[in-house]
């Protein structure tokens, strides 16, 4: 393995773990801060929400964008207004500014990580790039391990407030690595003319590739599962089971565990069976763990170590899907990879949203609706790989 290889899966990881740490380290905050701000569960599951859209939609622009000028100009430009969507963020008011602020966040955080998924596929393709994306993955690991407990470590000397600082402090280390770490992979002889036409010719050649979509939605459904978790999570555990926020921090820390750790076996799985075949054998194990967690919760199991240890279980099988689904998807499309790539994340983005919209309506303090979202993502994944990927291409992969 080259230095080069782990160079870029460093600056790669930590670029794209932006978005995420805005996620991950203000979560043991929530519960705060619907207190300090005097505002509802719902209102403050909001800030997570809006955070969601903003991070899905917007990366249909910075895609196309970066096909056109080079990966580094938008991504200078997202982590900017990230940073400055943070700084709004910890001089908040108010729910409602707060909600407008986290908006902002995920303007400038849709940026970070479209375009590193973009630099995967200038890069490499097949196992390389999936062997790549689970590097990246490693490091992105950082934000579910360690953002909670910084979070949690700022939360309770400092107040919630802190944590948006801290953010912002991670922004302007990531400006730096771009200005001097990562090279442009997207050389001007290969950047493409986009225009409204353009685009829009794009995005339709995409959405008219059935196995594009499919790929896309196996991933998307499969992050859901985990944003419905992000959403209740710290209710449940901190509100419900009584965690203190740094409890909430570890043991959010080893629920992750199991999808980082996973994750890194994705490349060598993929060049020993063939990605297609990884992913519909991760998937259908994914769903059939948690269909026997909804069992059990939903029989009255109220046990914080068993939840725990079904989560561990199925999260680590996602851990298999994600990376996985994300190479296989930009594998055709190669002269396009910003818009697919861009494509891909909006549409997963707004999936996660709608779900978390799903999971918060059904909210009641307990374990069983985030469990219940978690299955229903997990069934629908399945299905959606079983009309995707044909038995004969996992076949004649696993043959090669």
Partial sequence: MTTSFIRNALV?????????????????????IAADLHASTAATQMT????FIAFGVCQIVYGPVSDMVGRKPPLYFGIVVFALGGIG???????????FFRFVQGLG????????????????????ATRLMSLIMLVFSVSPILAPLTGSALIVPFGWRAVF???????????????????????????????????????GILLRDWRFLGLTFIGGFGMSS????????????????????????????VNAIGFIGASQFSGYLAERFGIARVVSVAVTCYTAMSAVMFAVIASGVDNLAVLMALLFVAFAW????????????????????????????????????????VASAFFNGKALPMVATIAACAVIAFVLTR???RPNETASQLAE
Wanted: proline share 6%.
């Fill in 12 to 32: 790669l990881g930590l670029l794209s773990a932006i978005g995420p740490f805005a996620i991950d380290m203000y979560l043991p905050a929530l519960p705060t």
């Fill in 48 to 51: 997570l929400m809006i955070f």
């Fill in 89 to 99: 963020c910890g001089l908040s008011p108010s729910i409602e500014w707060l909600i």
């Fill in 109 to 128: 955080a849709a940026a970070v990580m479209v375009i590193p998924r973009a630099i995967i596929r200038d890069l490499h393709t097949g196992a390389d």
């Fill in 165 to 203: 600082v801290a953010v912002t402090i991670a922004a302007i280390f990531s400006f730096l690595l771009v200005a001097f770490v990562l090279k442009e992979t997207r050389p001007p002889e290969e950047r493409v003319e986009v225009s409204v036409r353009s685009v829009l010719d794009g995005f």
């Fill in 226 to 253: 985990f944003f419905a978790f992000l959403a209740s999570s710290s209710f449940v555990y901190i509100g419900h089971f009584g965690l203190t926020p740094t409890q909430y921090s570890l043991a959010f820390s």
């Fill in 318 to 357: 996602l851990g298999l899907v994600i990376p996985s689904t994300m190479v296989l998807s930009l594998e055709d499309h190669g002269p396009i990879a910003g818009m697919a790539s861009a494509l891909g994340g909006t549409l997963q983005m707004i999936t996660g949203a709608v779900m978390i919209v």
């Fill in 387 to 389: 009309l995707t990927l």
